[in-house]
């Protein structure tokens, strides 16, 4: 056993470190013998020394074993997706009920809003009954009995990269990608997945602003996952606007029971359906991508999907009738109004629309905050939209919504706007 000092200085004086030093180390994270000092040094000596994939790997590895690692024994492939997140990102909603009708499994771990990008789990919240935190057994029945289920972290499961994240949440080290890397897969390790699809956003609304730290995110998750013995490709995916034209916990809620219902907006259903594609293939269910693209058309078409997302919102304690009537169990804002501009719209700030939703209280500043799930925009105006409507706002008050009017019109540039470019732009898979 290596003492915790011996390691962060190791680390500090830039060391490659064994899989075994790494693992006492998160080892004595989770029990205890590594004190929230040392977590924190050791998380700023990788942060600034950085990490090689042998390295990631076996942190990741670690991270994973120190809680539950489920096992599953169904008929299909356990599959899943993840994000690193966005402005109108409603994907999770009606992808894993899409999956789960063409005969995937999708135990879906997801969390809450991170800064100004919206989280599938506050989403979930909205919704009336809904048990976004199940216990394990609730959870695997469900998702064996339905198809999907779509979850928070539980306590059992990646517990190491819980206490972590919270150190480098205050300690400035949140933004190395071997740390981010590390989390993100410890969780999806974790959920005994046979397949991942991984969605890097980049552009004015995503975390990662330019396409080359895109693409140095997507390669280390990539090579690190398929390193750890999980298939994993990547796709990085535009956000210089927001996916869908909605944006907020409950409005999106309504906006996923709208697609499966039949309204598709064309670039949100573009990358849906590249995300469930590569997921289908990856487990086998299609022997490739357009075979794959034709059987989830066909899921929605047939209702399928929509009839699985409904038994999963029932399955989890929600109602059984919200895709038949979800105006009556969303909430809806005392205050909804239109925000018009005449012109052609040019750019759109994303990031400050998903501020603005954070100001109307659809969002934290704090941890502990709570959401309003009524508020947020709907009907968003896309660059080359010449409609005159910017968006909706939806509201608590007044004030409130003079707020966010100004925000929106402020988030708006109109003008001549250049073609948008592709929705999916880059595909990262495994090196041979």
Same mark, same amino acid.
Request: aromatic share 4%; charged share 20%.
């Given at each position: ?10 680390k500090?004086? #830039? ?29 700023m ?6 990490m ?11 991270m ?7 096992a599953?024994?169904?008929s299909g @492939?356990?599959?899943?997706k ?14 894993? =009920? ?11 771990i997801?969390?809450?809003?991170? #800064? ?47 206490? *972590?994240y919270?150190?480098?949440?205050v ?22 997945l046979? #397949?991942l ?6 552009g ?18 990539v090579?690190? /996952?398929?390193?750890?013995g ?6 990085i995916?535009?956000?210089? /606007? ?14 996923a ?6 309204r ?5 259903h573009a990358?849906? *359906?590249?995300l469930?594609?590569?997921m289908?293939?990856? #487990?086998?269910?299609? =022997?490739?991508?357009?075979a ?20 999963m ?12 009537? =979800?105006?009556?169990h969303?909430?809806?804002? @005392? ?44 009907? *968003? ?9 910017l968006?909706?706002?939806? /509201?608590?008050d ?16 109109l003008?001549?706007a250049a /073609? ?11 090196k041979?």
């Amino acid at each position: 056993m290596r003492l915790p000092q011996e390691t962060i200085r190791r680390k500090r004086d #830039g060391a490659t470190l064994e899989p075994a030093e790494i693992a006492d180390f998160i080892a004595g994270l989770t029990d205890g013998r590594v004190g929230e000092g040392q977590a924190a040094a050791f998380a700023m000596a990788v942060f600034f020394q950085g990490m090689s994939i042998a390295e990631r790997v076996a942190l990741t590895q670690a991270m994973t074993r120190s809680g539950s690692v489920l096992a599953w024994n169904l008929s299909g @492939p356990v599959l899943d997706k993840h994000s690193t997140g966005g402005i109108g990102d409603a994907v999770s909603l009606v992808l894993a =009920p899409m999956v789960a009708a063409c005969g995937g499994y999708v135990p879906m771990i997801s969390g809450r809003g991170l #800064g100004h990008t919206g989280g599938t789990l506050d989403k979930l919240a909205i919704i009336p009954g809904y048990d976004a935190t199940p216990d394990l057994d609730r959870f695997r029945r469900v998702v064996s009995e339905v198809g999907c289920a779509i979850i928070g972290q539980t306590a059992d499961l990646a517990p190491a990269d819980r206490r *972590l994240y919270a150190i480098r949440d205050v300690t400035g080290t949140v933004e190395s990608l071997d740390l981010i890397t590390a989390s993100i897969l410890a969780k999806k390790l974790a959920a005994g997945l046979d #397949g991942l699809v991984m969605d890097v956003k980049v552009g004015s609304g995503a975390f990662m602003a330019g396409i080359d730290a895109a693409r140095a995110l997507a390669d280390s998750i990539v090579a690190v /996952a398929n390193g750890a013995g999980l298939r994993t490709v990547a796709l990085i995916t535009d956000m210089d /606007a927001p996916l869908a034209s909605a944006a907020g916990n409950g409005l999106e809620v309504a906006y996923a029971v709208d697609y499966l219902a039949g309204r598709r907006e064309p670039r949100f259903h573009a990358v849906t *359906l590249a995300l469930a594609a590569e997921m289908l293939v990856a #487990g086998g269910l299609a =022997p490739d991508l357009d075979a794959a693209a034709t059987k989830l058309e066909a899921s929605l078409a047939s209702g399928r999907a929509a009839e699985t997302f409904s038994r999963m919102v029932a399955a989890l304690g929600g109602p059984a009738d919200l895709m038949e009537h =979800p105006t009556r169990h969303l909430p809806a804002a @005392p205050v909804i109004r239109q925000v018009r501009a005449e012109g052609k719209v040019a750019r759109v700030a994303t990031r400050a629309i998903g501020l603005a939703v954070i100001g109307l209280g659809g969002g934290r500043t704090r941890p502990e905050d709570g959401i309003d799930g009524r508020v947020g925009f709907s009907e *968003l105006a896309r660059p080359g939209d010449a409609s005159g409507l910017l968006g909706i706002v939806h /509201a608590a008050d007044a004030a409130a919504a003079d707020r966010a009017e100004a925000a929106l019109r402020a988030a708006y540039s109109l003008g001549e706007a250049a /073609a948008e470019g592709p929705a999916v732009i880059e595909r990262i898979a495994p090196k041979p």
